[in-house]
T-cell receptor
Framework: AQTVTQSQPEMSVQEAETVTLSCTYDTSENNYYLFWYKQPPSRQMILVIRQEAYKQQNATENRFSVNFQKAAKSFSLKISDSQLGDTAMYFCAFMSLYGNNRLAFGKGNQVVVIP | EAGVTQSPTHLIKTRGQQATLRCSPISGHTSVYWYQQALGLGLQFLLWYDEGEERNRGNFPPRFSGRQFPNYSSELNVNALELEDSALYLC????????????FGNGTRLTVT
């Protein structure tokens, strides 16, 4: 089974600054998907960004970008120009391409944006 | 477009009772997933339904069960509730195709006393 590890429990960042969240995963598969979800106090899990392992180019969505290092099995998220609405728990997740559509989540990182 | 909706928002039960949680997927989505988010344990996969069939099950006892209706909505039933079942239960939906992104609802907070 795949495991996803996030090791920075809580991070604070000043508004407009940049914060980077780290994620590592363990898999024997060559092709898979990786995701970052955010969970604000409203509790809804919101998809932030998705990366397909067979694509070398790092995914970008507006102020959110990833650094995908396949050989190192590392998938970090960079939030640029942080905004107050970015305050949330951020979860890294892995999905196999083979069969069960199951997302394996890390334990999450709490990000607090300070005005 | 309406998102994934879950009801009730909060549910309080006593140990030994049964709980029923409901989920309506995004229109056009045929797959529904249930996850448990307990304090300190992160999100744990419970069940996956697609086209009315249970496709995959996580490592949970049989007292966790569910079903998917012809309109693709879903119920999660938890029998013989235990204190450690207290958690946020999140439902997600996706297109039936493999590897489609999951879209989550706001969850049902179940408290067992």
């Amino acid at each position: 089974a795949q495991t996803v590890t996030q090791s920075q429990p809580e991070m604070s960042v000043q508004e407009a600054e940049t914060v980077t969240l780290s994620c590592t995963y363990d898999t024997s598969e060559n092709n898979y998907y990786l995701f970052w979800y955010k969970q604000p106090p409203s509790r809804q899990m919101i998809l932030v960004i998705r990366q397909e392992a067979y694509k070398q180019q790092n995914a970008t969505e507006n102020r959110f970008s990833v650094n995908f290092q396949k050989a190192a099995k590392s998938f970090s998220l960079k939030i640029s120009d942080s905004q107050l609405g970015d305050t949330a728990m951020y979860f890294c997740a892995f999905m196999s391409l083979y069969g069960n559509n199951r997302l394996a989540f890390g334990k999450g990182n709490q990000v607090v944006v300070i005005p | 477009e309406a998102g994934v909706t879950q009801s009730p928002t909060h549910l309080i039960k006593t140990r030994g009772q049964q709980a029923t949680l409901r989920c309506s997927p995004i229109s056009g989505h045929t797959s529904v997933y249930w996850y448990q988010q307990a304090l300190g344990l992160g999100l744990q996969f419970l069940l996956w339904y697609d086209e009315g069939e249970e496709r995959n099950r996580g490592n949970f006892p049989p007292r966790f069960s569910g079903r998917q209706f012809p309109n693709y909505s879903s119920e999660l039933n938890v029998n013989a509730l235990e204190l450690e079942d207290s958690a946020l239960y999140l439902c997600a939906s996706s297109l039936g195709r493999a590897r489609s992104p999951l879209h989550f609802g706001n969850g049902t907070r179940l408290t067992v006393t």
